[in-house]
């Protein structure tokens, strides 16, 4: 009884954290203005099936795919044996779903437990990849300082945790053989029962306090983690699926419009054209802070796995200009934090400038290669374009050369210093 108060008071504490955690995440994404990205949604679940839940962009390099994958699935399948630990430990039994699955348990727990050492292997693998001998993509400046702590947390985590399942289950099993109890398995499972040299020689009261405590470890570090994951990148496992959802379904060099623009031309040009009355005027062109961005911009920084495939593929940062895709999503998720966190610098401070440069935002030559790198569908540009826009028609402060060839359209219909008679003379050259 006691043990099930005690149990049942972690829980409650554990889920009640998550939950404060999840509704700040929500303040984060309120910050923005609405995206408008409601329509199509036939496509967008079919995206979402195809990006999210089938890993469709992972492919290209197949290693990491492949071990991204067993850790995927390892998370989502291993979970399911979280069920009987509630069931146990609210109900103050012990391995309640055993009698009624029958030998159907026994395979269960077999195939948990490979998807276990599977998911332990993957993680070192990840580990030495970062650490060790991986791409210069997770060696990156974007990474120095607490990304980089927090990868390794996550990788270390979850080793501890399948550890602790696959050790249970062997001190289980070898308390059982010492006491000269019936055994309720004709045999050890599969992978813990590789691990039973390491119990032999044990007391049974030794071996009955290791079980239990590897599982209150295992409960107790699941909600440890749950109540890590909204302040980590990893909490992309869950996000993934809502951020594929809100993808921008335009074709990728389809830059969109500003409605307020766009009614200001049709009005202009068009006599017949009647402003919508109810329209509300822009607060500002662009974007300036997270308030001026978009829901699924704000989606997208939360989103980040910091994998840096965008930034690896960004031929700007390729030839060593400061622009990093990644850095931008990171550097939006941060200003988000900083201005729920409230204080001076949330109101003295601005994304632009402050935590994204005015240099970054001119490297980019809006190729779409961070988008098209990306494995859920970050669009770092729609922020980039969004602050040029601001910089641009609030500030009046483009490049040079962009007010030369903007001037250059304005009088000449292209960006050369040509008259349009003379436009086409390169041909003859």
Known sequence: MISSIVFSAVLAAGVAGFTYQVRRLRRGLALARPSGRHDRTSERWATMARVALGQGKMGPRPLAAAMHLIVYVGFVLINVEVLEILLDGVLGTHRLLRAPLGSFYDGLMNFFEVLG??????????????????????????????????AVNILVIEIVLMSALLLMNAAEYQHQVASNEQLVTSSPWWISGLLLPLFRGWSTSALSAFATSMWWLHFVGILAFLNYLPRSKHFHIILAF???????????????????????????????????????????????????????????????????????????????????????????????????????????????????????????????????????????????????QYLVMEESAAPSTVNVAMGNIENNAAPWAYPQADRGNWIQS
């Open 242 to 388: 809502p951020n594929v959802w809100y993808s921008k379904l335009a074709p990728r060099g389809q830059i969109p419009a500003m409605n307020s623009v766009t009614t200001e031309i049709k009005a202009m040009m068009d006599p017949s054209f009647v402003p919508d009355p109810n329209a509300v005027p822009p607060a500002r062109f662009g974007a300036k802070d997270v308030h001026d961005l978009h829901f699924a911009n704000l989606l997208n920084a939360y989103s980040c796995t910091e994998c840096g495939r965008c930034t690896s593929e960004c031929p700007a940062n390729q030839t060593g200009k400061k622009l990093s895709p990644r850095r931008i999503m990171m550097a939006t998720r941060d200003r988000v934090d900083e201005v729920l966190a409230g204080g001076e610098s949330a109101t003295q401070k601005t994304l632009l400038d402050d935590w994204i440069s005015r240099e970054e935002l001119w490297a980019c030559t809006t190729c779409n290669a961070c988008v098209e790198a990306c494995p859920v569908n970050i669009d770092p540009l729609d922020i980039i374009l969004q602050m040029r």
């Open 117 to 150: 050492f599977l998911v332990i292997v993957a993680c070192v693998v990840f580990l030495g990849r970062r650490l060790v001998a991986g791409p210069e993509r997770l060696k990156h400046p974007d990474l120095a300082g607490w990304p980089q702590r927090d």
